[in-house]
């Protein structure tokens, strides 16, 4: 089975913004995500749940929620009534990651730690239960456009090693950098569901660059 693909809109035409959605989810595009930026734990502020809210009825992809806010615990219920199927919170921003990912899991909402290249798997394990997906930053996040680090391949390994340890059942998303060429190593490591930004809508085309990941990975 080809890897699940969830295009961001982070550099998509927000102007165009339905068009660009339609666009992919008829190529066969599985999530849709959407980078939520403060300011503070990112440097850029991007968008808020009014989004989320907007884009919930034009499409029937999986809202893919991924907060890179302070304390995001704060937003959790604001996301999940806006209509987030899932949300994402960065193991790095709070002090409180098991309330955050009990806060999500209450509202009835896949819960998603996410782990910037800096941090290690080994402190993600004791919530591991606690989730319905992983995300590994293959980038620092906070900007669309940047380059793949291979580094980070070890850590989708040493996930999909855990995951048949630990006899639970995740997805391992991976999230910067994503093209037909670096999806590959990380989907032979474990990845189910590749993010990409600028590789899909920067250039022409954006369906046949689903196509393009999805064959790399079949
Ligand atoms: O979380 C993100 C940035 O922090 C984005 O999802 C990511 O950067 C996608 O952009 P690209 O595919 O261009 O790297
Ligand atoms: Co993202």
Do not use: C
């Amino acid at each position: 089975m080809s890897i699940k693909v969830a295009p961001s809109i982070l550099s998509a035409d927000y102007v165009n913004l339905q068009r660009d959605v339609e666009l992919v989810e008829k190529a066969g595009a599985e999530y849709l995500h959407i980078d939520v930026m403060d300011g503070l734990f990112v440097p850029s502020i991007s968008y808020g749940a009014g989004w989320v809210k907007a884009l919930k009825p034009v499409t029937n992809m999986v809202l893919d929620v991924h907060l890179m806010v302070q304390n995001p615990e704060r937003y959790v219920d604001e996301f999940a009534d806006a209509g987030a199927d899932i949300i994402g919170v960065h193991y790095e921003a709070t002090p409180h990651i098991h309330r955050a990912l009990q806060m999500i899991n209450n509202k009835g909402v896949k819960a998603e730690v996410v782990i910037n290249p800096g941090t290690s798997v080994d402190l993600i394990k004791p919530i591991l239960h606690m989730v319905g997906q992983v995300l590994v930053m293959t980038v620092n996040p906070g900007f669309g456009g940047q380059k793949f680090l291979p580094e980070t391949v070890a850590k989708i390994q040493q996930l999909n090693d855990l995951k048949a340890e630990l006899g639970l059942d995740y997805d391992i998303e991976i999230d910067g950098g994503v093209n037909n060429e670096t999806v590959k190593a990380a989907y032979k490591a474990g990845a189910t569901v590749a993010v990409a930004g600028s590789y899909l809508y920067d250039k022409v085309d954006p369906a046949a660059k689903v196509a393009a990941l999805k064959d790399a990975t079949n």
